[in-house]
Nanobody, 130 residues
Framework: QVQLAESGGGLVQAGGSLRLSCAAS????????MGWFRQAPGKEREFVAA????????HYADSVKGRFTISRDNAENTVYLQMNSLKPEDTAVYYC???????????????????????WGRGTQVTVSS
């Protein structure tokens, strides 16, 4: 059973930083896009950032552009989300996701559509206090 495990969440003051990590249990994901999503209480899960298999393509939600950076280390089967200048509205459970629905080794593929992702982690809580 392939698994994705997030870590790095926590409580931080507004303006602070956190780095989330997502470790994949299987090297299969090295050749596919991965992404981060988040879900705040009472809201739907929303796209945050995505990255192609080799980092050649990235996409960000408008709300996090310029503050968050997604990256990956395929040798470590890990994807990261560096979050700077955090705001209280960034408070949510953050989920790592992977998709194998498209072709492998597509440098231009970094999907934003939640329905394209077929593997999910359990999430890590990020709380930003004002």
């Amino acid at each position: 059973q392939v698994q994705l495990a997030e870590s790095g969440g926590g409580l931080v003051q507004a303006g602070g930083s956190l780095r989330l990590s997502c470790a994949a249990s299987d090297r299969t994901f090295r050749s596919y896009p991965m992404g981060w999503f988040r879900q705040a209480p009472g809201k739907e899960r929303e796209f945050v950032a995505a990255i192609s298999w080799n980092g050649g393509s990235t996409h960000y939600a408008d709300s996090v552009k310029g503050r968050f950076t997604i990256s990956r280390d395929n040798a470590e089967n890990t994807v990261y989300l560096q979050m700077n200048s955090l705001k209280p509205e960034d408070t949510a459970v953050y989920y790592c996701a992977a998709t194998t629905r498209g072709g492998a080794y597509d440098s231009g593929s970094s999907p934003r559509n939640i329905y394209e992702y077929n593997y999910w982690g359990r999430g890590t809580q990020v709380t930003v206090s004002s």
